[in-house]
């Protein structure tokens, strides 16, 4: 325990340096990308389809929500360091070894930002890797990293765009209004999608009991995450028709394919959930007529709108503790049956059933005798 925690304190001080240096420079360069009417523009433009997207990673990831303060740290890590990354390993790569426009952008860009994004899930999965549960929660981290990443680079892109450059034309507002068609409403996904093929090999890697397998997984995904990344960035240099070719042909089935993944993930943890909590009930560690109000995530809402009409807001607190303890132990206890416990296993079992035991006198499902502090409340 005391060795996770120590992890979990290096991680938080290795990426919370990282993103201050990497935030340092980046900021600069945002503002020198232009005037600070444009900036802001920008800004705005950019951060549009950043909610939605968040809203839907946090949608996914309701059986057991991962920290805030990991989310945060994921699309900053996205924001800062790995476009600070990028942009310095693209730099000194043109100086020293001189590659073309199209080689940048088609081969060497997909390589070091895919390698940016995914340090972030390498090191959850090496410090933080209590964290990652499986597919879905590397889907997710996947997902944050790669928002933050595409949030920084639109104001760029959409800065340059109405300055005007080289590449992108005289500028003004028909040039930043393509702009924001192009990246903000026709491809938000692109960042976090070719990041998710890392985040999958991520969380394939925290459940396997192979030792290649956990060391070939993310390399695969980082392979499928640049290719992928290379292909799209590839069909931009050849005009619209090929970017059009691209669009439908590669990236919405894979934006599709992404999705019905996640939802059977989603399926596959709520079957998962039942059956580890089902051996659990087995050895007394918690009432086996508890288990449908806790991985069912109908029933679980159900459970707390009952807690709180009975108990009010503690009442639904104790409930929402109570479920995700339960929860918690479910996933815990699948990797123990697997054969794929983490160290600090039976240390992290006993603190879930502690909490258990402790809110489950307070509280009562639909259907069950209501305790008397908790109407009481």
């Known amino acids: ?41 920008a800004t705005v433009l950019a951060a549009l389809p950043v909610g ?7 949608w996914l ?16 890590w996205g924001g800062f360091v790995a476009t600070a990354g990028a942009l ?9 070894v001189g590659v073309g426009e199209v080689a940048s952008l088609a081969v060497v860009a997909p390589i070091t ?16 890797r209590a964290e990652l549960d499986g597919i879905l929660d590397g889907i997710v981290y996947a997902g944050m990293v790669g928002i933050g990443f595409a949030f920084v680079e639109n104001i760029l892109y959409l800065a340059a765009a109405y300055d005007g450059t080289d590449g992108m034309g005289p500028g003004g507002t028909e040039a930043v209004t ?10 938000p996904f692109a960042h976090p999608l070719f990041t998710t093929f890392i985040g999958i090999g991520v969380g394939i890697a925290v459940t396997s009991r192979s030792g290649a397998v956990r060391f070939l997984a993310p390399v695969g995904g980082y392979v499928l995450a640049v290719l992928a ?15 059009v070719a691209v669009y439908l042909v590669l990236m919405v089935p894979a934006l599709i394919g992404m999705f019905a993944l996640a939802f059977w993930a989603r399926r596959a943890e709520q079957r998962m959930l039942g059956a580890a909590l089902g051996d659990a009930a087995q050895r007394g560690l918690l ?23 009975h108990g009010g807001r503690e009442g639904e607190q104790a409930m929402r503790v109570y479920q995700q303890a339960a929860i918690e132990l479910g996933f815990l206890h699948h990797r123990y049956l697997r054969g794929t416990p983490p160290p600090d296993f039976a240390v992290r079992g006993q603190e879930h059933v502690r909490r258990i035991s402790a809110v489950r006198p307070s509280i009562a499902f639909p259907g069950q005798v209501v305790p008397t502090r908790m109407s009481a409340r």
């Open 61 to 76: 990831d309701r059986y057991e929500p991962e920290p805030k303060s990991l989310l945060a740290l994921g699309l900053l």
């Open 88 to 96: 310095l390993v693209q730099g000194i790569g043109g100086l020293v």
């Open 52 to 58: 939605p997207l968040v809203g839907c990673y946090l």
């Open 287 to 309: 009432p086996a007529t508890d288990i449908a109000w806790v991985v069912d995530l109908r029933a679980r809402r159900t459970a707390r709108t009952f807690a709180r009409q």
């Open 1 to 41: 325990m005391v060795r996770t925690r120590r992890q979990g304190v290096a991680f938080t001080v290795v990426v919370t340096v990282l993103v201050a240096l990497g935030a340092l420079p980046m900021l600069l360069i945002l503002a020198l990308s232009g005037a600070p009417g444009t900036l802001l523009l």
């Open 178 to 187: 393509a702009t924001f068609v192009i990246r903000c409403l026709f491809s």
């Open 113 to 128: 930002e895919e390698a940016g994004k995914g340090a972030f899930l390498v090191l959850l999965l090496w410090l933080r």
């Open 229 to 243: 990344h290379g292909l799209w960035n590839g069909s931009t240099v050849f005009g619209l028709g090929s970017f």
